[in-house]
């Protein structure tokens, strides 16, 4: 049997995993808010199955890479946080997902 292309799994293909995304928790995030426009915090957490720290965590350093924006409000009385995918985030989540096809081949 004959192995894959070298470029295919070679360092280009690799060097083109972000870093920032390549987390299962932030790959997560990135994917279920690049499938919406914006959604509520807990929305987020619910679909990802972490918990409301984890997901704190990970939003913190998804926000400093770009990749993300919250916005924070009220529902009545009650304050919440909506998250949203950035354009580099969404940018950034495809680029990665391209270079993990290369890797494996397709």
Avoid: N
């Avoid at 959604?39 to 409301?52: C, H, L, M, T, W």
């Avoid at 009545?76 to 580099?88: E, V």
């Amino acid at each position: 049997m004959a192995l894959p292309d070298s470029d295919a799994v070679g360092e280009t293909a690799r060097s083109r995993l972000d870093e920032i995304i390549h987390s299962p928790v932030r790959l997560s995030v990135v994917a279920a808010l690049a499938a919406t426009d914006e959604a509520e915090f807990g929305a987020v957490r619910d679909a990802v199955q972490i918990s409301d720290s984890a997901l704190s965590k990970a939003v913190t350093v998804l926000e400093d890479a770009g990749y993300v924006s919250a916005r924070k409000g009220y529902v009545g009385k009650r304050p919440r946080t909506w998250l949203s995918a950035t354009s580099a985030g969404r940018d950034a989540l495809q680029a990665h997902l391209a270079a993990l096809r290369a890797i494996a081949g397709q």
